[in-house]
């Protein structure tokens, strides 16, 4: 059974700083694409940031240079370091699993709150 574990959220003032972890089981983690996304109320779900195998990363254009993606494998373990956050940020955020072949082997986790306000 594959699971996905969230943790780390919370309420944090403008400018604060917040570090979500998503723990994952049940699969092969080193060969996972990891990825973060986030939906606030009213709005689709969107992509913030991925991480492959291979530890190449990329990043949505509005967090560049404040969040930094990273993996442990042997904690199976992906981390978000969001730094600087904006009002605007307040959503739920997602792990997501993406097998770096079968991309049809996907799983998401249950999500985080997030709530940046002061």
């Known amino acids: 059974q594959v699971q996905l574990v969230e943790s780390g959220g919370g309420l944090v003032q403008p400018g604060g700083s917040l570090r979500l972890s998503c723990a994952a089981s049940?699969?092969?983690?080193?060969?996972?694409?990891m990825g973060w996304y986030r939906q606030a109320p009213g709005k689709e779900r969107e992509l913030v940031a991925t991480?492959?195998?291979?530890?190449?990363?990329s990043y949505a254009d509005s967090v560049k240079g404040r969040f930094t993606i990273s993996r442990d494998n042997a904690k199976n373990t992906v981390y978000l370091q969001m730094n600087s956050l904006k009002p605007e940020e307040t959503a739920v955020y997602y792990c997501?699993?993406?097998?770096?072949?079968?991309?049809?082997?996907?799983?998401w986790g249950q999500g985080t709150q997030v709530t940046v306000s002061s």
């Open positions: 997501k699993a993406e097998h770096q072949i079968i991309r049809s082997m996907a799983y």
């Open positions: 049940g699969i092969r983690f080193s060969i996972y694409t």
């Open positions: 991480i492959t195998s291979g530890r190449s990363t």
